[in-house]
Structures are given as C-alpha cells and as structure tokens.
C-alpha cells in the first residue's frame, strides 16, 4: 500500500520538522500526509478479514525480500558488497576501541626538543595494523585485502591516516593506522544497517551525487552561522545563491533541493517583512549525512574500479554545472538522462 512505501519518509520529514514548527509542509509531502490519513482510516474500517488478508501478504513480501537480499549476498563478487558494509565498519570501530591507543602516534623527536601540547579527541585511537589485521581476521573473518583499502578508504576522505614505516625488509609497508573519530565508524555502521534491513528500499543508502555536492556546500556556507532556540542553522539566502554560484558552480534552484529532501534532508526558506529570506536547516544532521554519503559514494567507486584510487581528485566538488557527473557531456536542464551515455539525471542541473 502507497502509505506503507512513504511512511519511513514521512517520518523522517516530521522528525525534523519538530524542530521548525510554524513553517509551512511542502505541497508534496501534505499530499502524502493526507493520503496517509485516508488510507489508515480506511484500513482501521475493514473488516478483520480484510486486516488479516492485508497483513499476511506485507508479511510475506518482506519474507520473499529478505531472501532476495540473502541470495544477492551469497553470489555477490564486488570487493565491498552491499551486506557487508555495516559489518566492515562495525569491525572497525570495535577493534580501535579494543586494542587502540588514544590519541596520535608519538612523534620522534631529538634529545633537545620537547613534544608539543596535545590533547586527544574523545574517539581518536591510533591502531597496530598488524594487530588490527590479526584480530579482524581470526574474530570476524575479514578478508585482509577488503580491511587495507578500507583503510585507505578512510584516509582518502581524511577520517583516518596511514603512517608508513619500512618492514625488515626495507619495504614501505603499513605500520599505524590512527582514527580522528572513531565513532564516525559506528555511527556510520548503525546508519547502514537500519536502512539496509528495514523492509522497503532505502533511498538514504543511495548516494546521489548531486544532493550530496549540494549538502557539502551548505555545511561549508553554514560554518559559524547563528543558530535558533529551534536548533536550526539559520543562513541569508541571497549569501547561499552567491557562493554556491562562485565557488561550488551551482545554479541553485529548487531541484537542488528537491534532491535533498528526497534523500531525507530538509531546508526551510523563510521570508521577512523586509524582504529578507533566510534557509534554515539542521547542520548537524547535513554535516552527519555529508560524511555517510562521501563514504558509500567511495564505495561504489571501489566496486566499479577494484581499488580505492587515492589519487583520484574529488569529482563531487570538482563537477561542473550543466555537466554530466558519468561522461562529462553537456546536459540541458530539462534533459532526465543524458543524451551522450544514457546515464539518469537524478534533477536538473
């Protein structure tokens, strides 16, 4: 039923809306409240045959899903598969925590230097990669190979970095891997697995490169902005459309924010006597969000190439407007795929 399929996004559009109430609901999610209503009342006046019937076939779709699911799984051969990311990362964070050391690698200094002041984070622990290997290997069966571009992973989008020593025989190999915030790891891992087994496809695991090069730019604008009683990072509008123009070579337009709001983040524009406007949304849940995003859209890069290439620029922020993000052909704003490769346009550019 239609109510089933929008309820989680409903959810999440009320979840964030607690915190701007007075603020008008965008036309399609009134629609989808609405709707919503109908059909709860139409159900709640059926018959106990017609509940039963109806709660026996959900029931069975999400058995026959969840056995999709596990046979993608088994026959899956990409270095990352879609299973096994919350896993890679649960390990991760638990093994830091386990057999890490808080804080940074010590420094090697001379006789007559003193270290300088250092106060580590409340998540960063540094990690013996031979150990971190061994235990991730013997306790959870993880592959050592999936676990080092993981970790190249993680330094590529500089949440983590590699030291590199030289091994007995005078290789550069892997020595310490050291975590900024290691609860990053888990929190990402919690994020993933909610949304991979909760019955219905999950739009919030899949990266559209174009909401999260718009949520990037809005948690960089947003840095330092005043926040309201609400919780809500509050922003000039006109500031917004002239910095994503001059530095990240957006056109701002209302699609981009379409994008957003169909991944689960919202933004509300609000209008003053005087004429000024102001956007307004949560930044912690955009700055959450951008880092979960930058990592499945790395991911998937991993799976289409084999390898993480940490020599490869950042093609998110580096895009151009009118571009297409696949081919780098010229697109139209009305154009829903490209005319070059085919490839879908998630919303006008």
Known sequence: PRFLRNLSKITEYLHFNSSLKGHACPDPYRQTLESFAWWKQQFEKAPPGIKLLVKSLI?????????????????????????????????????????????????????????????????????????????????????????????DLMAKLKFAELK????????????????????????????????????????????????????????????????????????????????????????????????????????????FDDGHVEIQFDRIEFVKMAHFWSIIFEIDKWNDKGFVDLNEKEEVAASVEGECLSCHGKIDNNNKFCPHCGQKLAAAA
């Open 164 to 271: 590199i020593g030289k091994s007995d025989e005078g290789e550069e190999t892997l020595i310490d891997v050291h975590f900024y915030d290691v609860q990053l790891c888990e929190d990402f891992a919690e994020f993933y697995q909610y949304h991979l087994f909760k019955g219905s496809r999950a739009e919030a695991i899949y990266v559209d490169p174009l909401a999260l090069k718009v949520a990037k730019a809005f948690v960089q604008m947003s840095e330092g902005a005043p926040v309201n009683h609400k919780g809500a990072s509050q922003v000039d509008y006109q500031i917004v459309l002239n910095e994503c123009k001059a530095k990240y070579q957006i056109d701002l337009k209302n699609t981009h924010l379409d994008a957003l709001e169909r991944k689960g983040l919202f933004c509300v524009r609000k209008s």
């Open 59 to 151: 029931d069975e779709t999400r058995v026959n899903r969840q056995n999709t699911k596990t046979l993608k799984m088994e026959t899956e051969k990409s270095p990352c598969p879609q299973g096994l990311i919350h896993k890679l990362f649960t390990e991760v964070h638990l093994i830091a925590r386990h057999i890490g050391k808080r804080g940074k690698p010590a420094e090697v200094l001379k006789p007559w230097e003193q270290p300088a002041p250092y106060e580590p984070g409340p998540h960063e622990y540094t990690v013996s990669w031979n150990a971190m290997k061994l235990y991730a290997t013997r306790f959870f069966g993880e592959s050592p190979q999936r676990l080092r571009q993981t970790m």
